[in-house]
Each structure stands twice: as C-alpha cells, then as structure tokens.
C-alpha cells in the first residue's frame, strides 16, 4: 500500500461529495507528519498524478483538491462526479440504516465537528488506552460514536450496554471540557441506559444522530 493510501481509503469510505479538512487532521489520518512544503507550497496539492500523494492521497479515489487556505490550513476535497462507489449526499441520508459502523463514525466526526465548530478527529489521550473517534486539536473535546441497536430490535442489549460504561469510565479519565457519546441507528439504546444509569454520571453528554442527519441532545430525567 502507498505512502498516503490511507488519505484515499478514507476519502473513499465518505459518503459526501465535498469535505474540508485540516493539515493536522490529514497528518492524523495518514499517521505521520506532511512535509513542510505542504504548509506553504500550494502546488504541493496539484491534482497532478505524477505525484505520489495526488495519485494515492486522493486522485486514485476520485477525489480532487479543490482549495488550499494557507491561513488557516484547511484543505477542500471535491468528490469527482461518476466516479468511484456512486454514494451521494442523499443517499448518505436515506440510507443511514444501513452504513457501517467506520460510515456512522465519520458522519457523526463531520456533524459534531460543526456542532462544536471544531475539527474532530481520531486520536489518542495521554495515559489513556484508548483510540477515541472524534477529538479536537487541543483535546479540549473528546468523544466516541456508537452505532448500536435493540437485541432482536426490542429487547435491552446488556453486553452494549456494558460497553457503554466503559467508554463513559475512559471518558471520565480525560481532563476533557466537553466530553460525549454520539449515537446512531437505534434512539432507545442511549434512552434506556440513560433511564437506567444516567443519575451516575454529570459531565458526559448523549447526542443522537437520526436517519435525516438532525442531531439531538439526550437528557437524562
């Protein structure tokens, strides 16, 4: 696999036709730290295939870049129409029942990262064993997405449950602002823990993502 295939590969899982990302967040998703170069040499971005970031980070995956603001560090990614799995805007939405758990994460890291008008992004906290989905630059902001259901679609699932309280006693262990669980495919999971356990905890809060991308703050009451 090339150097920056794992840039394309998450390009290719998105399911929308523009994205913005950071410097800091493609070095995260590649692993390693981009050339200085790419900080301030605009044709560093060419959709030029003879270079091997272009042909791997991005053109091989039918993408382009489409804009480079050097003040603040922010790449645009435009998906090139036709191309690759054919997924949409709207198909991302109408289909959410049925993304992956990788899809349901990398929609909720672009919905909370507008939420909290913040990049998130997959990193590690310091002393934590722990790969969190959606973190910001500054660690002020750490959270992890849930793509969960009912057993058999009615009855309480306790092994996610459990899971459930691991990933809020790993959050708790974060020195964190704002820490959260985002939750997809089935709104009675958080629900019903939160009926069940939410008085235990104070400082971690439920969010829900539904099938029309609307994004909701679950109460505990």
Known sequence: MGKYEN???HLDALSVNSVDFSISGIEAILGFPLPSSASI????WAND???VQARDGWMKYGWNVDTIDFSTNIVRFKKILGTNTGNNEKNYVNQSDELSPSQFEEKA???MSKHFSQELYPQKIENIPKLFDLVSKDRSIVGDAKYLTMVRGISIPPAKFSTIAEYIWLLEKTNAKNKF???GKDKR???EWLKRYGSLISDI?????DSNNKLE???WR
């Open 41 to 44: 040499y605009r044709p560093w």
């Open 49 to 51: 295939k003879t270079h």
């Open 217 to 219: 703050k679950i109460v």
């Open 109 to 111: 890291r672009i919905i």
């Open 189 to 191: 999971v958080p629900e």
């Open 181 to 183: 669980l985002v939750f």
């Open 7 to 9: 840039l394309g590969r």
């Open 205 to 209: 809060e439920f969010y829900y993502i």
